[in-house]
């Protein structure tokens, strides 16, 4: 272990070049143009794996992005690991309020800005070098690999089950293993075993059949703007509950332990309000700050369009209004059904005045993984080491689809180990990966694949 930590230190400067090029590509999953984009980050995927001594690599196609798969598995008698993660990316848009452009990664402070430097492209490379440095130095690794990076997380991993259905040979193994959550705050690791589901929708309405001069025509039609904005209000209660009907049944609740824990995390709501800008929280009446992100549902507003809005004035009467709405949801709720709800709730509520149009675009359902298994122990034993202190438990708000589908299918469980941060600006302008955690990753995977079978070992001992 100690010449692998060695190789490590003396490779950073190589490392983070090299990933500075991964993160020169804009692979953008939710935009056309980007197609080519993406083809070529898979392809850099591919070759990487090649390079670091991975064999079997293989680019599969899907009749969206490509799935780049490679595996070692050359040490008969020892677990198994399917690493998961995406290289596809969120738009960078709005891209004048980075403060270095999205797709030229930049060191400021001992952060690496660029999109895709922590989510995920960054915490699947931490997992790569790891895996290079057994395998130049002695050649060998403590278990079998198989990688699994696909190009479609980023809009609901649509293509990827129906490949690990058809897959479930090539992809036997003993755990999964994901990076592509957060700890806790910085300096405080953590394992993730909770994330939410998400159903995303999106809502146009059309009033008159063109645009219309306001003053004309205005006090004759309804606007779709006020009519949407109209729907949208009536979605949440003044207590913060989300008022279509039925969309809470079912959901688990939290347990007395789960909340005592929770309670006594390090957590400042006044802090948080305070790094965010506001002056007050909102949310669902009756519970904590970390227990609404983690353990119940919620629905957001992420855009809303339609009229003018170009610089200075123009008197319209708009002929259309459009938003983009998504629901995150909780174990035992269901994505399929959240959208059927959300779907017959807003027409409902919707007046005769407009014509409505929903459409549901993508979703994923929530997970609870275990946290009595040998791969999340492996995982607190080796986070101690990589980061000298014992990691806490925790869930997350945010939504990685396939992992339910890796339990129903292949009957393998998750290990979420997350090296980003919570403010680490995710899916918004200057997303970065702080070096400590980065470097503090590739320690951590170095000794959880090092340490994994011995874990494994002793959990088959007991049962
Ligand atoms: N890395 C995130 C998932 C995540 C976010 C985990 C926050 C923990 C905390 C992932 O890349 C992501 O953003 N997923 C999407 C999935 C969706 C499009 C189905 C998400 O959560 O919005
Ligand atoms: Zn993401």
């Known amino acids: ?58 680019i599969f196609p899907t009749p969206g992005h490509p799935i780049v798969y490679g595996d070692w598995l050359k040490a008969p008698g020892k677990p198994t690991v399917l690493l998961y993660g995406h290289y596809d990316v969120q738009p960078p848009e709005p891209l004048d ?50 990688l699994l990076i696909e190009g479609e997380e980023e809009i609901g991993s649509d293509n990827l089950e129906a490949f ?28 993730c075993y909770g994330l939410r589901g998400l159903a995303y929708m999106q809502i146009d309405l059309v009033g008159p059949n063109k645009d219309l001069h306001s003053g004309s025509f205005g006090g004759t039609v309804h606007n779709p703007i006020q009519a949407l904005s109209e729907i949208i209000a009536q979605l949440h209660d ?8 039925g969309f809470y ?9 789960e909340r005592n824990a929770y309670k006594k995390l390090p957590w400042s709501d006044r802090k948080y309000a305070k790094e965010l800008g506001v002056e ?9 700050t970390l227990e609404r ?20 004035a123009k008197t319209v009467l708009p002929s259309k209004a459009s938003a983009k709405i998504s629901m995150r949801l909780v174990p ?6 959240a959208a059927k709800l959300f779907e017959k709730h807003v027409r409902k509520i919707a007046p005769k005045s407009v014509k409505v149009t929903i459409r549901n675009l993508h979703g994923g359902e929530p997970a609870i993984t275990p946290i009595d298994g040998p791969g999340v122990q492996a995982a607190v034993s080796a986070l101690e080491k990589g980061f000298g202190k014992k990691p806490l438990y925790q869930r997350e708000g945010g939504s990685i689809p396939i992992v339910v589908q890796f339990k129903e299918l292949l009957g393998i469980d998750t290990v979420l180990l997350g090296f980003g941060l919570p403010d680490e600006n995710a899916h918004a302008p200057d997303e970065f990966i702080n070096l400590d955690n980065f470097f503090g990753g590739i320690r951590t995977s170095l000794h959880f694949f090092n340490e994994l079978p011995h874990f494994i070992k002793a959990h088959g001992k007991k049962r």
Not at 2 to 11: D, G, I, K, M, T
Request: aromatic fraction near 8%; charge should be positive; proline fraction near 5%.
């Open 164 to 191: 690990v259905r058809e897959k479930k040979e090539l992809l036997k193994s003993d755990l999964v293993l994901i990076s592509d959550s957060s700890m806790f705050a910085k300096g405080v690791p953590s394992i």
């Open 238 to 245: 003044r207590n913060g509950k989300v008022t279509i009907p």
């Open 332 to 337: 035992n709720q269901s994505s399929a059904k």
């Open 1 to 58: 272990m100690q010449s692998l930590l060695s190789y490590v230190e003396s490779n950073k400067d190589r490392y983070l070049s090299e990933l500075k090029g991964l993160l020169a590509i804009p692979s953008v999953s939710t935009n056309p143009e980007n197609s080519e984009d993406i083809r070529r980050c898979a392809g850099w995927m591919a070759d990487h794996m090649k390079t670091i001594g991975l064999q079997n690599v293989e």
């Open 280 to 288: 007050k929280l909102y949310g669902e009446k009756g519970f904590t």
């Open 249 to 257: 049944t079912g959901v688990l609740p939290l347990t007395k332990k």
């Open 97 to 146: 309020l980075w403060t270095s452009p999205p797709f030229e990664a930049t060191i400021r402070d001992g952060n690496l800005f660029a999109r895709g430097a922590s989510d995920d492209k960054g915490q699947v490379f931490i997992h790569l070098k790891s895996l290079e440095a057994y395998l130049r130095n002695g050649g060998d690794l403590p278990i079998n690999i198989k």
């Open 293 to 312: 992100v983690w353990a119940r549902p919620t629905l957001e507003c992420n855009g809303i369009w339609g009229g003018f809005t170009g610089e200075g």
